[in-house]
């Protein structure tokens, strides 16, 4: 079964700061990857996603994040944040397009002045 | 960019009674539908899919007589919380797929059940 380890629960950085946000996934055939942002009390916003080609993928609000096939991983990067970027943050699976997406825990971005 | 809507955005009810949440694709046809439950402080847990026309498909653990799911036009999926209990108080978040390998997220509903 396909899953989502988001290693952070919550992360603080200064604003101006680089981010980078951990994602492992576990699946058995070249995975689906997302990043979703929540803000409170809303619904979820489609930051990027790799289906296939290039494995540095560009997302929107600057965001971009780097498939890594051997570490299984999806890290998604900012070089400098903004405080409106203060949201959760999810990375998911998919096991074809968007069929059974299986979302990671969530890590809850806090930026400092 | 598709909009997907949810009505309610809350709803408070008392338990025992059913509540209806509504999910619209405003701007697209809709051939598949996702509902979700986001526990606090937890991620989204996929609840059921369901194809305009057809029976949803439950997630394990899902009881679909609590949770019956109706997706009778190309642009309205409803989730009803039939019997509901404070246990089901949650965030609702409903998707809609544009056939296209697209899939658009609803704004949710905070269920809060008394």
């Known amino acids: 079964a396909q899953s989502v380890t988001q290693p952070d629960i919550h992360i603080t950085v200064s604003e101006g700061a680089s981010l980078e946000l951990r994602c492992n996934y576990s699946?058995?055939?070249?995975?689906?990857l997302f990043w979703y942002v929540q803000s409170p009390g809303q619904g979820l916003q489609l930051l990027l996603k790799?289906?296939?080609?290039?494995?540095l993928v560009q997302g929107i609000k600057g965001f971009e994040a780097e498939f890594k096939r051997s570490q299984s991983s999806f890290n998604l990067r900012k070089p400098s944040v903004h405080w409106s970027d203060a949201a959760e943050y999810f990375c998911?699976?998919?096991?074809?397009?968007?069929?059974?997406?299986?979302f990671g825990t969530g890590t809850k971005l806090q930026v400092i002045p | 960019g598709a909009v997907v809507s949810q009505h309610p955005s809350r709803v408070i009810c008392k338990s025992g009674t059913s509540v209806k949440i509504e999910c619209r694709s405003l701007?697209?046809?809709?051939?598949?539908m996702f509902w979700y439950r986001q526990f606090p402080k937890k991620s989204l847990m996929l609840m059921a899919t369901?194809?305009?026309?057809?029976?949803?498909?439950?997630e394990q653990g899902v009881e679909k007589d609590k949770f019956l799911i109706n997706h009778a036009s190309l642009t309205l999926s409803t989730l009803t919380v039939t019997s509901a209990h404070p246990e089901d108080s949650s965030f609702y978040i409903c998707?809609?797929?544009?056939?296209?390998?697209?899939?658009?997220f609803g704004p949710g509903t905070r269920l809060t059940v008394t």
């Open positions: 701007d697209f046809q809709a051939t598949t």
């Open positions: 790799y289906f296939s080609g290039d494995t």
């Open positions: 998911a699976v998919g096991a074809g397009g968007y069929q059974k997406v299986t």
């Open positions: 998707s809609a797929g544009d056939g296209q390998g697209e899939q658009y």
């Open positions: 369901s194809n305009e026309g057809s029976k949803a498909t439950y």
């Open positions: 699946y058995g055939a070249t995975p689906y």
